[in-house]
Structure formats: structure tokens, C-alpha cells
């Protein structure tokens, strides 16, 4: 669930509308809009009085954006995982040279 997704349930489970809640947090309904809709992200002073006003913490509304940020830096197969555990074997100058056919390798493929 997106960001938006969450501000939009708890708005309507707190049962006010756009413009109610534009109007308790000092901001337009079209941006409350913009945010339910994940065209853009409330900044910083919007997002407080947000939280304040659907008595939600920032963990609630980002939970699955940390958890996605997460998920990407997890091996998520045997064979990474085995890729992993002999890579931490390595000496610092095994894994300097791997780490350069790893650059030169990425530089090959994004120019095909």
C-alpha cells in the first residue's frame, strides 16, 4: 500500500473529506488530492500536520516503501545467497578485483 493509499484510508476512515482535511492542515484539497493519488509527496510541514490530524506515525505511512528499499538489498536466491557467503571469503584484494569486472560488466550491458 502506497503512501497515498494510507492517507486516503485513514482520512475516510476518520470520515472527513479532501477539503476537510486540506483545511486542518492548511493546504489546498487539489494537494490532498495530488497526495492520495501518489502524484506527489507531502513536504515536510504538511506531512507533520498530516500525522498530527489522522493520528498516524511516519511508520505507518512508509512501511512499505522502507520495506520495498529493503527487499532490494536482499539476496533472494540460493545462488545469490552462495554468491554472497564467498564473496565475504575473499581477501580485500580478491574482492577489490571482483568488484571491478562487477563495474566493467555493468558498464558493458547498459550500452546494449
Do not use: W
Not at 472527513?16 to 506527489?40: F, G, H, M, R
Not at 577489490?96 to 550500452?111: C, D, F, G, P, S
Amino acid at each position: 500500500m502506497s503512501v497515498g493509499s494510507r492517507i486516503k484510508e485513514k482520512r475516510e476512515e476518520l470520515r472527513i473529506t479532501q477539503q476537510e482535511l486540506a483545511d486542518k492542515i492548511n493546504c489546498t484539497k487539489a494537494a490532498i488530492s495530488n497526495y492520495e493519488k501518489n502524484v506527489s509527496i507531502p513536504k515536510t510541514e504538511f506531512l507533520i500536520k498530516l500525522m498530527d490530524v489522522l493520528s498516524v506515525d511516519a511508520n505507518y505511512l512508509f512501511q512499505d516503501e522502507f520495506d520495498n528499499e529493503m527487499e532490494e538489498d536482499v539476496a533472494h536466491n540460493s545462488e545469490e545467497i552462495k554468491l554472497l557467503a564467498n564473496y565475504r571469503k575473499l581477501d580485500e584484494i580478491s574482492k577489490e578485483v571482483v568488484n571491478k569486472v562487477i563495474a566493467i560488466e555493468l558498464t558493458r550491458n547498459n550500452h546494449k
